[in-house]
């Protein structure tokens, strides 16, 4: 993992699994940086995207994959070297598999078999992250200037979120059969059984 910069947008605690999932790759040399402050997701991938390309500039200029981390997600270093290892060697876009909270793939295949998928857990090689940099508008914001690598809008009838937008206008991605977790903490409510007893219980004696 030392040629790889992990890259990770938060406005919020990191979960716990995913601290110890990132120390075991900074352990094996990973660099790590994070964006923090913003509430609208895709600003927050711009940025971070625009920050990562800033430390590629300087401190990081040996890295030759960026693997996008969110800040909920569970993995292990062998998941995550598989990963960047054949994004390094294809010089495509790759991911790992995972989950949304209601249980469907964070995914949708493209007819050239490549697919759309959440940044959850996504490796871009350097030079295609570049070359997209170069393709993109930058804009400015509380006097500094970013990249517009992605964006959420309506088009063809259907909303794009930012990171559907970023997977098209990277020309799809490679999803790897590996699982990655995806840590989502949800509200337990009694079941219908149950509530419909209280309900025959309700009221005085």
């Keep these: 993992m030392k040629k790889t910069l992990m890259v990770m947008s938060s406005n919020r605690e990191m979960e716990r699994e995913t601290k110890e999932s990132v120390m075991r790759l900074r352990q094996l040399g990973a660099a790590f940086m994070i964006e923090s402050g913003s509430a609208d997701i895709a600003f927050a991938r711009c940025r971070a995207l625009s920050m990562a390309c800033e430390q590629l500039d300087g401190a990081c200029s040996d890295r030759d994959v960026v693997l996008m981390v969110d800040d909920d997600m569970d993995f292990d270093a062998e998941t995550a070297q598989k990963v960047v290892e054949n994004a390094r060697g294809s010089g495509l876009p790759t991911a790992a598999a995972y989950a949304t909270i209601n249980g469907t793939l964070a995914a949708e295949r493209l007819a050239t078999g490549l697919w759309l998928c959440g940044l959850g857990f996504l490796a871009i090689p350097v030079p295609l992250l570049r070359s997209l940099e170069k393709e993109s508008d930058s804009f400015e914001h509380t006097g500094k200037v970013y990249t517009a690598f992605t964006w959420s809008k309506p088009q063809g009838g259907r909303w794009w979120h930012e990171d559907w937008t970023l997977t098209l206008r ?19 409510l009694p079941d219908d059984e149950t509530m419909e007893k209280i309900a025959k219980m309700e009221g005085p004696k």
């Design 170 to 188: 990277l020309g799809g991605v490679h999803l790897m059969p590996l699982a990655v977790g995806h840590v989502k903490k949800i509200p337990i």
